[in-house]
């Protein structure tokens, strides 16, 4: 890749993070915007784009903003996801479990499979 693109990449990517750092800043703590990002944020806020990202993320009004509590969410968030885990590995072992019983019951003389399927529809 070019060099002008690669600068030109890196400019846009710089400005979309110090922009969406600048409006979520009050959002993650509570330590006051330090001033540069309050420049930023000022400039950000003056956009259509920025208007409308700060509406979406909740902090277009510094005064209302509640700062989320980060451990909490991730707490929340690992929750979720062992739950989940565990779900899919119950499901998992039910689905084996139910393979190998029919397995089984197929290797089984015709008698004793007709005498467990009457059992199993009962």
């Not at 750092?21 to 959002?27: C, E, G, H, M």
């Not at 039910?94 to 197929?106: D, S, Y």
């Amino acid at each position: 890749m070019p060099f002008i693109f690669q600068f030109i990449l890196t400019l846009a990517t710089s400005v979309a993070v110090i922009s969406g750092a600048s409006l979520v800043w009050p959002k993650i703590t509570s330590q006051p915007l330090p001033e540069p990002l309050t420049q930023v944020r000022n400039v950000v806020l003056q956009t259509d784009l920025g208007k409308q990202a700060a509406q979406v993320l909740g902090v277009s009004d510094t005064n209302t903003i509640e700062p989320i509590n980060i451990s909490s969410a991730a707490g929340e968030v690992v929750s979720s996801v062992v739950s989940s885990a565990s779900q899919k590995v119950q499901e998992a072992a039910t689905k084996e479990v139910i393979i190998q019983v029919v397995k089984k019951i197929e290797t089984l003389e015709p008698g004793e499979q007709e005498v467990i399927k009457k059992e199993i529809c009962q």
